[in-house]
């Protein structure tokens, strides 16, 4: 049976998606609870390759894996042949002849993309500079645990038009969100994502909608979202993109501007002060460590969903 891979935000359809969030609130609960758990991945074991530097996305897949039942095992690009030279396809026929899947966190979408199709294992995307799937994920599970629903609720996104701004887009739109993108002049999320997303939307009922005035795009937001000015790689940037995005910080100006009982999110890791203030990142609008704790639960029901075969099936197409 061919390998099913989680690589965009759009490889879910709209019934799958909720049926996995509504896993991972189980999931949550179970363990909450502290309730025995089913460990579905009870003698398999599933590599974790970061190219990239990581906290959430690599703790909480490692601890996600380990309560599955399975084995995680966290490769480091600077420690392994891939760091030598190695081609994507060569290491991910190797690792699909050890591991039952494989999670990668790394740049250009290309390699993710390649390694799925040289594996024979499942393929998740923990992070590629196109999108960022698994935080989507979380961010929706968090959004519905405090409003209740996902359709027709307002996501407002301040800052850089990133992966996370795609994936905001392309889950949002799958789950009937309207979510409302303000960035500078230049720095707009990529053109064909934000077609997709209205293409999804016409279905589910969510729309895709770039602006550039922040406050405009805030206005009866009932989740107010941001994220760094300068990604992973955009180091050098740093400086010219933080007086380029300064109109564009999250703060209590921009809370006002909201609805009354709007929610803040950020992906993390935060630049108080920048991105966002301390005292909106900090105040009681704040799900962000909601949202972080999340990533774990939206993990598990993830490599569940494609690893084990009871929920296999679940909100099938």
């Known amino acids: 049976m061919t390998a099913r891979h989680f690589l965009l935000d759009t490889d879910l ?26 460990r579905p991945l009870e003698g398999r074991s ?19 894996v380990a309560e599955l039942g399975g084995h995680p095992i966290v490769i480091d690009s600077g420690s392994s042949q891939l760091g030598r030279g ?13 591991v039952d899947a494989i999670v990668i966190r790394t740049f250009a979408q290309d390699r993710v993309d390649r390694m799925a199709a040289a594996a024979t294992v499942p393929v998740i995307n923990a992070l590629s500079d196109h999108t960022h799937p698994c935080q989507a994920l979380a961010d929706l599970q968090t959004i519905r645990e405090i409003r209740g629903r996902l ?30 993108v303000a ?27 770039v602006m550039h005035d922040a406050l405009e795009a805030a206005a009866g937001a009932d989740v107010l979202y941001t994220d760094v000015w300068a ?9 010219s993109r933080a007086l380029v995005f300064q109109p564009y910080r999250l703060d209590e100006k921009v809370v006002e ?32 460590f909601d949202q972080a704790e999340n990533r774990l639960h939206a993990q598990k029901a993830l490599l569940s969903f494609l690893l084990d075969e009871t929920t296999a099936g679940v909100g099938s197409r």
Do not use: W
């Not at 969030?21 to 949550?28: H, T």
């Not at 990604?231 to 400086?239: A, F, H, L, R, Y």
């Open 13 to 38: 359809t709209s019934s799958e998606q909720a049926a996995l969030l509504d896993l991972a609130d189980q999931l949550k609960a179970t363990r909450r609870d502290r309730k025995p758990a089913r």
């Open 46 to 64: 599933v590599a974790l390759i970061f190219e990239k530097p990581s906290t959430r996305t690599r703790l909480s897949f490692d601890v996600a």
């Open 86 to 98: 190695e081609t994507i396809e060569d290491t991910a026929a190797v690792l699909s002849r050890y």
């Open 151 to 180: 359709a027709g609720v307002t996501l407002t996104y301040l800052g850089d038009g990133n992966n996370v701004a795609h994936s905001l887009l392309l889950a949002g739109a799958l789950a009937g969100l309207r979510v409302h």
């Open 183 to 209: 960035s500078p002049p230049g720095y707009e999320p990529i053109e064909q994502v934000v077609r997709h997303a209205n293409e999804i939307g016409a279905v589910t009922g969510g729309e895709a909608l």
């Open 231 to 239: 990604s992973m790689g955009q180091d050098t940037e740093s400086d």
């Open 257 to 288: 501007a909201a609805r009354p009982d709007a929610i803040v999110m950020h992906c993390l890791p935060a630049h108080r002060e920048m991105e966002i203030s301390a005292a909106v990142l900090d105040g009681p609008r704040s799900v962000v």
